[in-house]
């Protein structure tokens, strides 16, 4: 049988996620005995149009990256979305909170014009995707795990339960208790609660669970002294592109 | 073996022997107000000020994942069950605890015998360390009838003012006292003195439960449409936190995971949670209990009548986490007691 081919593909991010699969280190050369890679810009000069599974990072904001978009889509059999960008929006989407030509002339000045920009979307606004890889950065291990799911043709185990339960596993004491906003309770798992861990408050970044309780989280945020708006603007970090879900 | 005497200075050198032959847990101030139990080089138990460890002490016997085997399908299918235990001890255990692995006892050893909870659990020494006052707010240990306690443990320790009167129950129990720390042969003084402390204790652990605790399975059962489970139903985030603290809640995912050998894996088990909307989810897409509310009448009914009428013990030992743990204070007593009151009324209507 031959190995898939898989490709890798930026928009609007950082990279920080394919940087991830490149610190997979020793797993990266067991890795590449099961796949081809044929394209990945940020690991190797080679390119190829030939590929069977597509992971794209980033988000979609400018036109001519919804072109860009749909031929990987037309190209590949499996489209994964890699990390927040891809798979929510992600950071990008604070634009959202602006007028387009007002986000034009903060960042281009002069050359504004010749740089068309659109409200950030996830991929999956232009395309259809066949699985998520959330977070940011993307939890390695999720990423063997959906990898390895892909080559098996099973369904990967990827949590829906909100991040408390891996916190909690961990005995942190809930961040609540010491005055901070946190989005553990609404948010989706899989990141082994790593910045609840080191005593940040969750902002998101792997989206909400499918049927998160946000009436009673923001009883608790007042009963705790804080505001919504504090957990909204928390929430908007990563959440830009449906801050109605919040809301 | 009689009572014996440990003065309170000598524990840290228990606990430092113990390790010659033990792995030595116990419990440690994580952050101010905050315990659990961790790998301790001396006792760090901070004794008046205990509340209730974040996890229970079960995370040594049923860990929150565990590998259950490896197999190999090259050259041929060949699968070995994988059994990871150590000698342990568990130091500083307090009774509701006790009474909390009691329970995963019959648990693991009824219907079917759970081989890696047994081997661990016949590799730990249980060190117990009695309670004379309620440990916090939320403790309802003597409501479940788990306050007192006469089997579980290997010794059981109690301060009648700094030295422990300690029972000692098992021979495994006889062997490290006599090994690996001082003690003296309690007078009869001491035990006196003993006794008459664990009956004045009666009276500073309230029974906070409406009802005798035995009656609770008929109030569960006639409880489906009780309106507390449409008004937690909203409170509930449904974020398992209640379950994950539980001394008594054992259920577990089991899943493969494939090494990138694509040849060779595992098989695992993780802790799950029947407040998590995945729980009871079925392949076709059904879902048992498609709401929080119905899951959180599920665990009560777990706690307070299914295993209860099976088992014929409450399967809540008044530990109180789950209340201290849950973000929008949803309170096992209030909620019993709602059950209760709610089934009271509407029997006097009638």
């Excluded at chain 1, 708006?229 to 990563?238: K, V």
């Excluded at chain 2, 002490?57 to 041929?76: C, G, I, N, S, V």
């Excluded at chain 2, 081989?115 to 409501?143: F, Q, V, W």
Aim: proline share 4%.
């Amino acid at each position: 049988m031959s190995k898939p081919r898989v490709a890798f593909f930026s928009f609007s991010s950082c990279e920080g996620c394919q940087l991830v699969v490149l610190t997979l280190e020793e797993q990266l050369l067991e890795l590449v005995t099961l796949i081809d890679i044929a394209s990945f810009r940020e690991a190797m000069s080679e390119k190829s149009d030939d590929y069977d599974i597509a992971f794209v990072e980033g988000s979609i904001t400018r036109t001519s990256e919804i072109e860009r978009l749909r031929t990987i889509r037309e190209r590949a059999k499996i489209v994964i979305a890699l990390g927040a960008c891809a798979t929510i929006g992600g950071i990008n989407c604070l634009k959202n909170q602006f007028e387009m030509e007002e986000v034009q002339n903060i960042v281009y000045g002069k050359m504004a014009e010749k740089f068309d920009t659109i409200p950030t979307r996830p991929i999956e606004a232009v395309i259809k995707v066949d699985h998520w890889i959330h977070g940011c950065p993307i939890d390695k291990d999720e990423f063997i795990e959906v990898t390895k799911a892909l080559l098996l043709d099973k369904k990967p185990r990827i949590p829906a339960h909100p991040v408390c339960v891996e916190c909690q596993m961990r005995e942190n004491v809930c961040l609540f208790e010491k005055g901070m906003v946190c989005l553990g309770p609404v948010t989706r798992a899989g990141c082994k609660a790593i910045c609840p861990t080191y005593n940040d408050g969750c902002v998101g970044c792997r989206g909400l669970i499918e049927d998160p309780n946000l009436s009673s989280h923001k009883n608790l945020l007042n009963e705790h002294g804080l505001t919504v708006d504090e957990a909204i603007s928390q929430y908007m970090l990563f959440g830009g592109n449906s801050k109605e879900k919040y809301e | 073996m009689k009572d014996v005497l440990i003065k309170g200075k000598d524990l840290s050198a228990f606990c430092h022997n113990l390790q010659d032959s033990f792995i030595v847990y116990g419990v440690r101030e994580k952050e101010e107000g905050h315990f659990i139990f961790d790998e301790i080089d001396e006792f760090s138990d901070s004794l008046e000020k205990y509340k209730p460890t974040i996890l229970p002490p079960k995370k040594y016997l049923f860990p929150q994942q565990e590998t259950l085997l490896r197999f190999d399908t090259e050259p041929h299918l060949e699968i070995k069950s994988v059994v990871e235990s150590k000698k342990q001890v568990l130091f500083g255990v307090r009774p509701c605890d006790i009474h909390g692995i009691g329970l995963l006892d019959k648990i693991f050893t009824s219907d079917n015998e759970d081989s890696n909870y047994l081997r661990k659990r016949a590799d730990t020494l249980i060190i117990g360390m009695d309670c004379m006052e309620p440990c916090y707010e939320h403790a309802h240990c003597a409501s479940v009838g788990c306050l007192d306690i006469d089997d579980g443990y290997d010794i059981m320790m109690t301060d009648i003012g700094g030295v422990f009167f300690t029972t000692v129950k098992t021979p495994q129990g006889e062997e490290i006292v006599k090994k690996y720390v001082e003690y003296t042969i309690a007078g009869e003084e001491e035990s006196e003195r003993f006794l008459k402390l664990r009956s004045d204790r009666k009276g500073r652990f309230d029974n906070k439960i409406e009802t005798e605790v035995s009656n609770l399975p008929l109030f569960f059962k006639n409880a489906d449409n009780d309106p507390v489970w449409k008004e937690l139903d909203e409170r509930c985030l449904g974020c398992g936190r209640c379950n994950i603290v539980c001394p008594t809640c054992y259920c577990f995912d089991v899943y493969d995971c494939m090494d990138l050998t694509m040849t060779s894996g595992e098989r695992c088990r993780e802790w799950d949670a029947c407040t998590l909307k995945d729980f009871a989810a079925v392949s076709t897409g059904e879902n048992f209990r498609s709401t929080r509310g119905l899951r959180l009448r599920h665990r009560f009914n777990r706690k307070f009548n299914y295993l209860m009428t099976k088992y014929n013990t409450s399967f809540c030992v008044g530990c109180g986490r789950c209340t201290r743990s849950c973000p929008v204070n949803i309170d096992v007593i209030e909620t019993v007691n709602a059950v209760i009151n709610n089934h009271n009324n509407n029997h006097e209507r009638e």
